[in-house]
């Protein structure tokens, strides 16, 4: 997995929808801090967070694991890719 590539499309996602990382930490209770190391690529979200990250993103857990957007002929490979990763 690439911290960096997964966070930029952690950043990329967020200002799709128009919201800062103070509010997508707010919705997350965790700090700004928190939002920015991950957009960063200084360490991913923990795992008790991908899913409600993912929801408030319109996102799936696979996507975010990938650091991009997948379609749906390319979703299962990706999955595979990242279980092994």
Not at 36 to 46: D, I, R, T
Not at 48 to 54: G, Y
């Amino acid at each position: 997995m690439d911290q960096i590539k997964i966070g930029n499309f952690i950043k990329e996602c967020r200002k799709e929808l128009g919201i800062t990382q103070y509010e997508l930490a707010d919705k997350l209770n965790v700090s700004f801090k928190t939002i920015s190391k991950w957009e960063c690529g200084k360490g991913l979200p923990e795992v008790s967070f991908m899913i409600p990250l993912c929801e408030i993103l319109g996102i799936n857990v696979n996507e975010l694991l990938s650091g991009c957007h997948i379609e749906e002929k390319e979703y299962m490979k990706k999955a595979e890719e990242n279980l092994v990763n």
